[in-house]
């Protein structure tokens, strides 16, 4: 595998410096620059692509802008990922996991801008703590929303202050077990009188699945593209 590996889960292969070999991909694979409204990508994947069949409704434009950080940071152990629990009484998408971020507010300078400011307000994770290192492909929501995933370096020293309106927990992913392809299963469910096709990954109690999984294999095929190409693992029947 070229471009270094990195510390792979409960394997006991590593390399002498996990985070230059992280970096090192990120600059072959993540864009240094957010999108702009008139990159190829304004028509983006997202569940929809998903769809065997094709016949998936895709959210018509105009979409609402909005943006996530996908936050790594390096443990003694390895690379983690940062995921949040949101809070059960919120009115959208209460107890799911998902990556810190929302809406583009008018006063945002930048996609990068909007995910550190919304991080900080839900994990109080301060902006300083973070290095930026690159953009990936914005991911269109069933419900409209096209979502700029922003990846960044988070100090091991960062503390998070979860704001208890949003955020039920705070709590961490080795990198590796989000990396492997073969961890990602094709669902479905009926929503709105449509089947919805997501990806899903299993990570002890916790399901990750929708947007957050779907934006979460499009960093690992950017990533690790020596891993494709490879089917869509579904679930047995």
Avoid at 29 to 54: V, Y
Avoid at 116 to 141: C, K, N
Avoid at 163 to 168: G, K, S, T
Avoid at 187 to 204: E, I
Wanted: glycine share 10%; hydrophobic share 35%.
């Amino acid at each position: 595998m070229g471009r270094g590996h990195l510390l792979s889960h409960r394997t006991g292969r590593c390399v002498s410096d996990p985070r230059a070999a992280f970096l090192a991909r990120a600059a072959s694979g993540l864009s240094p620059h957010p999108p702009g409204p008139d990159d190829p990508t304004s028509n983006p994947r997202g569940d929809h692509s998903l769809d065997p069949d094709g016949s998936a409704v895709i959210p018509p434009p105009p979409h609402r802008r909005a943006a996530v950080l996908v936050p790594v940071v390096f443990r003694p152990e390895g690379p983690n990922l940062i995921l949040t629990q949101r809070a059960a009484n919120l009115r959208d998408h209460s107890g799911q996991v998902a990556l810190p971020g929302g809406k583009i507010d008018p006063s945002d300078s930048t996609p990068a801008a909007a995910a550190l400011r919304e991080a900080e307000e839900e994990i109080g994770l301060h902006p300083t703590a973070v290095q930026l290192v690159g953009y990936i492909d914005p991911y269109l929501s069933g419900t409209g929303f096209l979502v700029t995933p922003v990846i960044g370096l988070v100090a091991p020293e960062a503390t998070y202050r979860p704001n208890p309106a949003e955020v039920a927990d705070v709590f961490e992913v080795p990198l590796p077990v989000l990396m492997d392809r073969e961890r990602y299963r094709l669902r479905s469910r009926d929503w709105q009188g449509r089947t919805r096709w997501f990806y899903a990954v299993n990570f002890g109690e916790r399901l990750i699945w929708g947007v957050t999984a779907g934006i979460l294999n499009n960093l690992r095929e950017r990533l690790y593209p020596e891993s494709e190409p490879g089917g869509i693992r579904r679930p047995a029947v």
